[in-house]
């Protein structure tokens, strides 16, 4: 079987790249397998979730995840990528990733409301669009039932998927004062040496 120039430019580019050949994988050595092709080292969703959440409450984790909500990520996204990073070290598999993903995003919501943060679901939520006022009209009366239907959702939602201890640790959880606050001026006190103004 004849190899052709174009094939060879692709495997000579992913290389140039760093890229793995295609295939590669499978030739690894069975003695060194990959993190997610080891046994997981959570299989309780209770001890994964509660590895999530001390994770995600090192101070300064939780104030690159603040300082990401009040920027637009979503928390879909975070939580997202905390629960993907966490598979491929071999802490959980797939099918636990997928129970975790909602009381991961409880437990981003509840810090963002605890430190005052307008958070989004979805990093495009926010988006505006221009259009016709008929348009408008029409996209508002849709948006109003779409709200109602979030509201009535978000009133369904079982808090009871975060348990309780965690529940008490994120209300506990101090947080650092934002770097842009106004600080409050300092009166200074009256020495005999000042200068009265």
């Given amino acids: ?10 495997i000579q580019g992913g290389l140039e790249r760093g890229k793995a050949i295609p295939g590669q994988s499978l030739t690894n050595s069975p003695e060194q ?6 046994p997981a080292e959570y299989s309780n969703p209770r001890e994964a979730m509660l590895y999530v959440f001390e994770t995600l409450t090192v101070p300064e984790t939780t104030e690159n995840i603040l300082l990401s909500l009040n920027n637009g990520v979503g928390i879909i996204d975070i939580a997202s990528i905390t629960l993907y990073s966490g598979f491929l070290e071999g802490k959980w598999n797939p099918d636990l990733m997928t129970l975790l993903m909602e009381p991961t995003m409880y437990m981003l919501m509840a810090l963002a409301e605890k430190a005052d943060i307008d958070y989004s679901l979805e990093a495009g939520d926010d988006e505006i669009i221009e259009m016709s006022p008929e348009n408008q009209i029409a996209d508002l ?3 109003i039932s779409i709200q109602d239907v979030k509201l009535k959702s978000a009133q369904q939602a079982n808090p009871q998927s975060v348990p309780q201890d965690v529940r008490k640790v994120i209300e506990e959880t101090e947080l650092s004062p934002s770097l842009l606050e106004r600080v409050k001026e300092q009166t200074q006190s009256k020495s005999l040496l000042g200068k009265e103004e």
Avoid at 2 to 9: L, R
Avoid at 33 to 38: A, D, L
């Fill in 1 to 10: 079987m004849a190899v052709s120039e174009k094939a060879i430019n692709f």
């Fill in 141 to 143: 009366n849709d948006k």
């Fill in 33 to 38: 397998p990959y993190n997610w092709e080891k």
